[in-house]
């Protein structure tokens, strides 16, 4: 298994995480929370690094990384156009706020 390294973040002493470090947080968010806020959000720290601490528990010795959590059917399906009549084209078109020969027109990104 590999060494964990230690985690930089929240500190928290006796008393979990303080208005000091959620202060912290806060300006990295660019929030500025009133006392009563920042009070709250020290709990809700609290209660987050308690259940991550929690994980830290289990033993995951001999249990594979998942990288890809999701299989099945369709996630790497085709990109092919798709005709079924659902989508009526001229209709479509009308919506648009601008189109071009038959095709939606929009503004230039690069370049």
């Known amino acids: 298994m590999a060494e964990r ?6 500190t928290r002493d006796a008393d979990g995480a303080d ?3 959620v202060g912290r947080v806060a300006r990295l968010a660019r929030l500025a929370p ?3 806020r920042t009070a709250r959000l020290a709990s809700d720290f609290e209660r987050i690094l308690s259940a991550f601490e929690s994980l830290q528990s289990i033993d995951v010795d001999g249990v594979e990384p998942l990288h890809r959590p ?4 369709g996630i790497e399906r ?7 009549g ?3 084209r001229d ?3 009308a919506r648009a706020a601008r189109t071009r020969e038959g095709c939606f027109s929009v503004p230039r990104t690069v370049g």
């Open 78 to 84: 085709g990109d092919v156009a798709c005709d079924d």
């Open 19 to 21: 208005a000091t470090e």
């Open 34 to 36: 009133d006392e009563g």
């Open 86 to 88: 659902a989508l009526d």
């Open 5 to 10: 390294r230690p985690q930089e973040g929240l």
């Open 91 to 93: 209709e479509l078109l």
């Open 70 to 73: 999701l299989t099945g059917d």
